[in-house]
């Protein structure tokens, strides 16, 4: 292809009405040009310039996104004037005046990290703040980790967790060597952003079963049917803890069967978690299944995301750890891999955010800072089975209709409630109580001060739709 002409600047002679160039060729002498409309024509488009190139990107061709549902339920609950409001969307951690809380230990380490002579703003190596990526590898894998040990697990700094699974799709989807590629499998439900995050990068979505609506609780004999039917080498999406949307977690029972089935089927396991230590109030327990699973000799990969359990949601810090298999090129793969996101992470941020590792970093390299992490964890997930107790108490006091016990059995931030879309939308009509249309509400946005109304509004449209 030849390379577009120079532009070639066109000025005026000192006969204005003369239009010279430097270059000849630049007004073809054609006699039409010599009429006065369109020697005007042409004055015209040299003195403003040629028309604009048509334009690709229009209205016509581009189709405008559907809203995220979240957002526009922000917006909406924003909006409203009602005093008795009240947002049970947020993904985010509320205190008891449902304000966003900054963990007193984080307030620390910010303080340190201002006083600091030694910190700067330089750009973080591609894989992240060092002694962030291992701590954040021992806090998850436990740091007596058969994997850390033998030096088969490689970590890179992530923007948050939601880069973290972004660059562990992207990794699969460029890497895997099966033929053809397998598919990811999501649970049904799962957080809404698995989807595009999978299929942006170009890895076909499957489906297991998860939730049981009878129950409200995990369908397991339909997770594992849909496990064993998976093709040999699928890769299975998990999370960690705290499931989001569901709130139902496994049982270490369950757990043990799910990777049986995995193991017969030779599947690999990619864990999402966000919420390690948020859940339970203990760090060891929410980790307790993918340690597991590396015991049994899985190789597997994992998004971690610091959002939650640290309160950093904006700070973006997370990580992404590949572990490889145990065996005799253990080592050698995991260097392999390693070099390989380098590149992908290069060419996607480059350098990871410095700030929320920094925090992050003292935090979990700091036994005392670390022990007043652990009462925070243990302050955000008490008040959250506070709130849980409370509305299960409420509605069983109330006699509201349906059981009642999924609300205490379901963890984390998260409860699928079992109420309705046309429910749901009474709640936010009649009520002022913002929830996404699948019934999940988020516990943290309940407090002391606004259970009573909520179960009362719960109990109303229950009864009026029963
Ligand atoms: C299951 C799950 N994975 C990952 C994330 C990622 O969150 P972030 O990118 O804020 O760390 C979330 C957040 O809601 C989540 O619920």
Redesign the pocket.
């Known amino acids: 292809m030849s390379p577009p002409p120079p532009h070639v600047p066109q000025t005026f002679s000192s006969d204005s009405t003369s239009l010279s160039s430097s270059s000849p060729s630049s007004l073809p002498p054609s006699s039409s040009s010599s009429s006065p409309l369109n020697r005007l024509e042409s004055i015209k488009s040299h003195i403003m310039g040629s028309p604009s190139p048509a334009a690709v990107f229009t209205a016509a061709a581009i189709a405008a996104a559907p809203e995220d549902p979240l957002f526009g339920l922000m917006a909406a609950y924003r909006q409203d004037p009602s005093p008795n409001k009240i947002d049970l969307g947020i993904?985010a951690y509320r205190d008891d005046n449902a304000k966003p809380w900054i963990l007193p230990v984080v307030k620390k380490a910010d303080t340190a990290i201002h006083n600091d002579p030694a910190v700067n703003h330089e750009y973080l190596p591609i894989a992240g703040l060092g002694a962030y990526t291992s701590a954040a590898q021992k806090l998850v894998l436990g740091a007596d980790s058969p994997a850390i040990r033998e030096k088969r697990v490689c970590t890179l700094q992530s923007i948050?967790?939601?880069?973290a699974?972004h660059l562990g799709g992207l990794f699969l989807a460029k890497f895997h060597p099966q033929r053809p590629q397998p598919q990811i499998y999501l649970s049904n439900p799962t957080?809404a952003n698995h989807h595009q995050i999978f299929s942006n990068v170009g890895l076909s979505i499957a489906q297991y079963p998860y939730f049981s609506p009878q129950t409200k609780g995990l369908d397991l004999d339909g997770m594992l049917a849909a496990l064993r039917a998976a093709p040999r080498g699928s890769i299975i999406l998990l999370?960690a803890c705290a499931h989001?949307p569901t709130g139902v977690d496994p049982t270490p029972e369950q757990w043990q069967q799910i990777a049986a089935v995995m193991r017969e089927q030779g599947h690999f396991p990619f864990f999402?978690t966000?919420y390690q230590g948020f859940a339970s109030g203990d760090l060891a327990r929410d980790a307790w299944a993918i340690r597991y699973f590396v015991e049994q000799g899985f190789e597997l990969c994992i998004?971690q995301?610091f959002?939650k359990n640290l309160g950093l949601?904006g700070e973006r810090a997370?990580a992404f750890h590949f572990v490889s298999a145990p065996g005799a090129d253990a080592v050698e793969s995991s260097q392999h891999v390693a070099s390989q996101l380098a590149i992908l992470q290069r060419s996607e941020i480059s350098n990871p955010p410095a700030y929320g590792a920094r925090i992050a970093s003292l935090i979990l390299n700091d036994s005392q800072l670390f022990a007043e992490w652990e009462a925070d964890l243990r302050t955000m997930s008490g008040r959250i089975q506070e709130m849980r107790a409370g509305l299960r108490a409420r509605l069983e006091e109330r006699g509201t209709p349906g059981a009642w016990n999924h609300i205490t059995e379901q963890i984390g931030m998260f409860s699928f409630t079992g109420l309705t879309e046309p429910q749901v939308k009474v709640l936010r009509d009649q009520w002022h109580i913002y929830m996404t249309k699948n019934g999940r509400i988020s516990m943290a946005g309940l407090n002391t001060h606004n259970l009573d109304y909520f179960a009362e509004a719960v109990d109303s449209v229950v009864r009026e739709t029963a």
């Not at 948050?160 to 880069?163: C, D, I, P, V």
């Open positions: 993904g948050s967790g939601t880069g699974v957080w999370h989001n999402d966000a998004a995301s959002a949601y997370g």
